[in-house]
Structure formats: C-alpha cells, structure tokens
C-alpha cells in the first residue's frame, strides 16, 4: 500500500522558515516527486518537483526560497521554505509518480499519488 505523509507545516510570522517532510513507503525509491499547495478556494498548483537524477524545477513565485530535496536512502522528500510571504499560505502537498523520462514534471495530472497535506500559515 503507497502512503505519502506530511510534516512541519505550521504557522509562521512574514520572513520566517519552516521546513516541511513527506515520508514515503509503498514505493521505490526512484519516482518523481513533488510539492504542491492549494489556498482557499483557488485550485492544486506544482510549488517545486524532483526527478530521479536529483533535477529541480519551482514555480517563479517561489524560486530562491524555497528548496526541494529527496532522500533516496530513507525514501523521504523535503521541502525547505525560506522568506515565507502571506501569498505561501496554503495546505502543501507531498506526491510521487513515475518520471515521464529525463524531464521534470510539474502539473497535477503528472503524479497519481498524493499525501493528505499540511497546512501553512503565514502571517504578520
């Protein structure tokens, strides 16, 4: 049975950090994988995606501050958020998938497996 569990979300003043954890079983260690956020009423967008050769893509709003990362040996994937805005306000999700190739997926419909989410606040 696949499980993708969420952790270290949290609320958080404007300019602080938090770092956020996905623990993977059920499934090899060599899938693509991801860190997506949807706020309120807005619809599910990638925030940040790994492949199996360690190759990154972020979305422009979060890139320089936040910063994904994968261990393979533990099978778990990280999510380090820096310079949180109120804009990063939103249930993060951690999802995994087979890799399309050497490229490095960033739409939904890329990844069928999905944890539940942890919520991120960020306030003044």
């Known amino acids: 049975q696949v499980q993708l569990l969420e952790s270290g979300g949290g609320s958080v003043e404007v300019g602080g950090s938090l770092s956020l954890s996905c623990a993977v079983s059920?499934?090899?260690?060599?899938?693509?994988m991801g860190w997506f956020r949807q706020a309120p009423g807005k619809e599910r967008k990638g925030v940040a995606t790994?492949?199996?050769?360690?190759?990154?893509d972020y979305a422009d709003s979060v890139q320089g501050r936040f910063t994904i990362s994968k261990d393979k040996v533990d099978n778990s994937l990280y999510l380090q958020l820096n310079s949180l805005k109120p804009e990063d306000t939103a249930m993060y999700f951690c999802a995994a998938d087979w890799c399309p190739g050497e490229s490095v997926p960033m739409k939904e419909t890329d990844f069928g497996y999905w944890g539940q989410g942890t919520q991120v606040t960020v306030s003044y």
């Open positions: 790994i492949n199996t050769y360690g190759d990154t």
């Open positions: 059920g499934l090899a260690n060599d899938r693509c």
